[in-house]
């Protein structure tokens, strides 16, 4: 059947209202889980059921459901309520006064940190590399243009015979160790820098992190984090660290944290030794200051981090957009760059030639993500709410309005009530090209809407700001 006759079909049918209301249910998924089955809703006392819901009740008796992807380039829609939720978690440990974090998190020291990888050979940049002299495969030392920031050579190597592919694997693969080293050094200098014991420093602070990774040109990953410093207290969740303790402490507590992380990685392909992996030479650190506005939609926010205070509200948004990309962004206009290939196909050379039960037993699984087998988004526990209990109070949400709707005169908790069903996979997807057509047209229009939005609750809350 041709796209228009498929689309028209749909259009004509006397299920088109319900069908374009479940489009809006999933959040106008790109790719939607279809399931069929049926649940009750029903009081856990009693036994009293307030609704029942079957599948077979649907257009083409199909339920779908958000497939829940974070990835921004599978399914935008879904990649964009992650994307709230990690800004959401950030911004509730950043600026506090919000999903039950108290405002007085706010005042607590806390830094923007960005941690790079080293140098694993030249690569195309948009600052030019003068260095004279040519490598022994006749080519240049550096990079001597200048490119724009959309240039697809940007980010790939100048010499591939020379940058050292295993090199970047190796470190990639062990990033998320490197991580944690430096987390265990980060106290043992914040305890330093406070002139304590570790023991002693334990009993006073305690350290909290929300990070994110995020995927560089040339393919290796970065972290962005916000570190802050709590006190210590057996009744409260976020207690205020001592007076005299400070953002300077923890800016020189990292420091020298990045410059003494060290790791020894387990010797790959024949070599006698392992490498020592370390923190590239250029890292960020700065301190975070209180903004006190609106919180803007999801975070997104025009400020830049290149100059001047940082806000908790602009280092928020800027960590959340990170949350939601992955290697696909590295190639957007989806050719296939040759640097990320090689980067492919080093890892799985790798794999082919390590021991399966030895430490580098897992690599095969990770060519997709470079060697990167770590969480593109993780926080210290008590660093502010988590992600599973933002998507939890979105099903109480759901819950309540559904009693609202069946109970309206009847004051019940949400959880006093199950929900019992039975459901069976039945695919992914729009069932015809013409129901896609029709779901992505409705997404375009809901995401115009948002951003009209955005755009109207920004220019109010600057109007209000210059009067």
């Not at 374009?20 to 889980?33: D, L």
């Not at 995020?214 to 057996?234: L, M, T």
Request: positive net charge; charged residues 25%; aromatic residues 8%.
């Amino acid at each position: 059947m041709r796209l228009d006759e498929s689309v028209a079909r749909r259009l004509r049918s006397d299920t088109y209202d319900r069908w374009i209301h479940n489009v809006g249910s999933t959040g106008y998924c790109h790719n939607p889980v279809r399931l069929v089955g049926s649940s009750a809703t029903l009081h856990e006392a009693t036994g009293e059921v307030f609704s029942e819901y079957s599948s077979a009740n649907e257009p083409d008796g199909i339920t779908f459901t958000r497939c829940g992807n974070r990835r921004a380039t599978r399914c935008e829609s879904c990649s964009h309520e992650y994307k709230g939720d990690t800004w959401h978690m950030i911004m509730a440990g950043a600026a506090g006064g919000m999903k039950e974090v108290p405002e007085g998190v706010a005042e607590h020291p806390m830094v923007f940190l960005t941690l790079t990888a080293p140098s694993f050979g030249a690569v195309h940049t948009t600052a030019a590399d003068h260095r004279a002299g040519l490598c022994e495969h006749g080519n240049p030392r550096g990079c001597r243009c200048h490119h724009e920031a959309d240039d697809p050579r940007r980010g790939d190597a100048v010499c591939a015979e020379c940058y050292d592919y295993v090199g970047q694997v190796t470190w990639q693969y062990h990033a998320p160790e490197l991580w944690r080293r430096f987390t265990i050094g980060l106290r043992r200098e914040l305890a330093r820098s406070l002139g304590l014991t570790q023991r002693a420093a334990a009993r006073v602070v305690r350290l909290q992190f929300a990070k994110v990774a995020e995927f560089q040109r040339r393919g290796v990953v970065h972290f962005h984090a916000i570190v802050r410093i709590d006190g210590v207290h057996p009744e409260e969740a976020y207690p205020a660290p001592p007076r005299h303790v400070t953002a300077e402490h923890l800016l020189q507590a990292i420091s020298a944290a990045v410059r003494k992380t060290q790791l020894v990685a387990a010797p790959l392909m024949g070599e006698e030794r392992g490498r020592s992996l370390a923190w590239g030479k250029q890292f960020d650190a700065r301190a975070i200051v209180r903004r006190n506005d609106d919180y803007g939609n999801l975070g997104e926010s025009s400020e830049s981090l290149d100059s001047g205070p940082l806000s908790d509200r602009a280092v928020a948004a800027y960590i959340a957009k990170y949350a939601t990309k992955a290697t696909e962004d590295l190639e957007p206009t989806g050719a296939g760059r040759e640097h990320i290939k090689r980067i492919k196909s080093t890892v799985r050379e790798l794999a082919a030639v390590v021991d399966p039960e030895g430490p580098y037993g897992q690599l095969n699984r990770w060519d997709g993500m470079l060697g990167f087998r770590g969480h593109f988004s993780t926080k210290s526990r008590r660093y502010s709410v988590t992600l599973g209990s933002l998507r939890g109070a979105r099903r109480t949400w759901r819950l309540r309005h559904l009693l609202a709707k069946t109970k309206p005169t009847d004051d019940i908790d949400p959880s006093e009530v199950l929900v019992i069903g039975s459901w069976a996979y039945a695919g992914m997807g729009w069932l015809t090209d013409g129901d896609k057509a029709l779901a992505r047209e409705a997404a375009d229009a809901a995401r115009q809407w948002r951003q009209d939005r955005a755009r109207d609750r920004n220019t109010s809350t600057n109007e209000r700001s210059t009067s």
